[in-house]
């Protein structure tokens, strides 16, 4: 990925954990490296085409004035988060707040918060079989595209599907998302439950039948496992209810596991 570097943009604000800091201010400095495309800027010389560093450096300015923070760390992860969301050809971003004012008492040139934040990739799956079952599938993938913080970039059709798991219900409707999403795992599958939620799921039976069932499949090539949330979703290599719609969407990414696609692991299923 191409790189636009802005370094030690001078802005003066009033961050701080103590009084002195917030009414008097000072000195702070951010570099920020932006990751993005810059090849069509470049070949058709048009500004149009790129991220206006000019436009960044006066928006970190405005912002990081005008967002008072006790922590650099919050001013690094919010202006970060910010900056993403006002400029949608960054696809990460490195961010450093600096503080070479802080009141700490002993020689020192600086002190500083660095973090890399950006869009990532991540595959869900949907399945309702209560109710109106398109209505929930459509709602949810309608409140995720007005969440900012995700952008749904494909959807699979609906297909029916016959339960999972041995308990007697009525039939499903699957599906698949793909999106790009600023959440991290764990702050997606929070915002998951929450529209699951709005959709009256209950969690009564293991396997059950449901209004809505939303799962994170896929994260980028995140592999994890707690007690709340395994990344990649572990059976989803043997629900063909998953890999249909699933390949549809995404035949050719590739399992972080196995290093199968998933059109190569819906057909050995």
């Known amino acids: 990925m191409d790189q636009i570097i802005i370094e030690d943009l001078q802005v003066f604000a009033h ?12 000195n702070f400095y951010l570099n920020a490296v932006l990751e993005t495309d810059t090849r069509n800027a470049g070949t058709l010389d048009d500004l149009g085409l790129s991220t206006n560093y000019g436009e960044v450096c006066r928006f970190l ?21 910010a900056l993403l969301l006002a400029f949608p ?7 450093e707040v600096r503080k070479p004012e802080a009141p700490i ?14 869009w990532r990739r991540a595959y869900l799956s949907c399945g309702s079989n209560m109710g109106d079952r398109r209505a929930h599938l459509d709602g949810a993938v309608a409140q995720l595209r007005a969440d900012e913080k995700c952008r749904v970039l494909r959807v699979s059709d609906w297909i029916e599907t016959k339960p999972y798991g041995g308990v007697a219900q009525d039939d499903f409707l699957n599906g698949a998302v793909a999106l790009e999403t600023l959440y991290t795992p764990m702050m997606l599958l929070e915002k998951l439950h929450e529209i699951e939620a709005e959709h009256h799921r209950e969690r009564t039976v293991h396997w059950g039948p449901r209004t809505l069932d939303l799962d994170i499949l896929l994260y980028e ?16 290599c043997r629900r063909a209810f998953v890999l249909e719609p699933l390949a549809q969407i995404a035949p050719y990414e590739r399992h972080p596991l196995t290093g199968m696609t998933i059109e190569k692991l819906r057909e050995e299923l």
Do not use: N, W
């Open 89 to 95: 050809l960054i696809r990460r971003v490195t961010l």
């Open 61 to 81: 300015d405005e912002y990081v004035k005008t967002h008072t923070c006790r922590l650099i760390e919050t001013v690094a992860e919010t202006a970060a988060e």
């Open 15 to 26: 961050h701080g954990v103590y009084r002195e800091e917030t009414e008097k201010g000072q």
């Open 221 to 236: 090539d995140c592999v994890m496992c707690t007690e709340e949330l395994t990344i990649p979703h572990a059976d989803m």
């Open 105 to 118: 008492g002993l020689p020192f040139r600086s002190v500083s918060v660095k973090i890399v934040r950006g």
